[in-house]
């Protein structure tokens, strides 16, 4: 069985850069959606801290705040880590740590929506604040580093989470790797 207790797993939102030092009103105003927001290096490190067998503290990130808490999370080694996130394809040092590379392609429609009730329920956010910064800053990143970036994938997986097959296929993976001594 597959499991949390099997599986690492480092959330590349988690690396936001603390902001905590500027104004609130500054923050807000910061492209979110360009890869220099987010401390990838930290994320480098602690893949290979995890690889080495070494617990990481990962960062908890607070959206509202546009900060990092105080707050960490103790990641313990395992042999699986997932690294999720959307830009972690743009980022030439990350994929070199990367076994296996997949790319969930989900339609624009459906991330647009799904960003919209995100950010609505979970970051205080308005309808008016997500439509602004999805022309602003979300799409023409996108189309900047996430879209060119897929080509690095090993995997693309069409339909995101609803690709039965794909999602077979890759838990076999994953289910392989955590029964056999895997490199």
Do not use: W
Request: with cysteine.
């Amino acid at each position: 069985m597959i499991g949390r207790d099997k599986i690492a797993f480092l959330h590349h939102d988690a690396y936001y850069r603390d902001l905590s030092h500027l104004p609130l009103e500054e923050r807000a105003l910061t492209n979110f959606d360009h890869p220099n927001a987010l401390e990838t290096e930290l994320l480098i490190e602690h893949v290979n801290q995890l690889k080495q067998n070494k617990i990481v503290n990962l960062p908890i990130y607070d959206f509202k705040t546009h900060s990092r808490t105080k707050e960490t999370f103790v990641e313990e080694p395992r042999k699986v880590i997932v690294v999720e996130g959307i830009l972690i394809f743009a980022e030439p040092e990350l994929l070199k740590l990367l076994d296996v590379k997949i790319f969930v392609d989900t339609a624009d429609d459906i991330r647009f929506i799904r960003r919209l009730d995100r950010d609505i329920k979970e970051r205080g956010r308005t309808v008016e604040s997500v439509i602004k910064q999805y022309y602003d800053t979300v799409r023409p990143m996108h189309m900047e580093f996430v879209e060119p970036s897929k080509r690095n994938a090993d995997l693309i997986v069409p339909e995101g989470g609803y690709n039965r097959i794909a999602i077979e296929m890759i838990t076999s993976h994953i289910h392989k790797c955590l029964t056999h001594n895997h490199e």
